[in-house]
Nanobody, 126 residues
Framework: VQLQASGGGLVQAGGSLRLSCAAS????????MGWFRQAPGKEREFVAA????????RYADSVKGRFTFSRDSAKNTVYLQMNSLKPEDTAVYYC????????????????????WGQGTQVTVSS
């Protein structure tokens, strides 16, 4: 599947951004999706995951209550609404899709994902 991420930018602390990830090349509803991020000098880390149906989501503790992951099957697109942004949220954000359906318990692991978007930069100023 091809993934195209967008929506990043520069925002002040406390602000909001909505990231989008458009998918093509495979039946969108057949797999869950994930968002990961990587800050300079740090490892890529899990941010959020969503199930195939969108009925189940999972978040990293650092973003829980501030970020919301959703999907629109009609548009083959997933969204990451990010509110109350903090400087520590600054990173390149990547959307990802697994090759086959995975359990949500495994959705936090980058190795479970096969296809990755190109990344979109999010910068939060203090």
């Amino acid at each position: 599947v091809q993934l195209q991420a967008s929506g990043g930018g520069l925002v002040q602390a406390g602000g909001s951004l909505r990231l989008s990830c458009a998918a093509s090349g495979r039946t969108f509803s057949s797999y869950g999706m994930g968002w990961f991020r990587q800050a300079p000098g740090k490892e890529r880390e899990f941010v959020a995951a969503i199930s195939r149906s969108g009925s189940s989501t999972r978040y990293a503790d650092s973003v829980k209550g501030r970020f919301t992951f959703s999907r629109d099957s009609a548009k083959n697109t997933v969204y990451l609404q990010m509110n109350s942004l903090k400087p520590e949220d600054t990173a390149v954000y990547y959307c990802a899709a697994p090759r086959a359906p995975i359990q949500m318990s495994r959705a936090t692991t980058a190795n479970e994902y096969y296809d990755w978007g190109q990344g979109t930069q999010v910068t939060v100023s203090s």
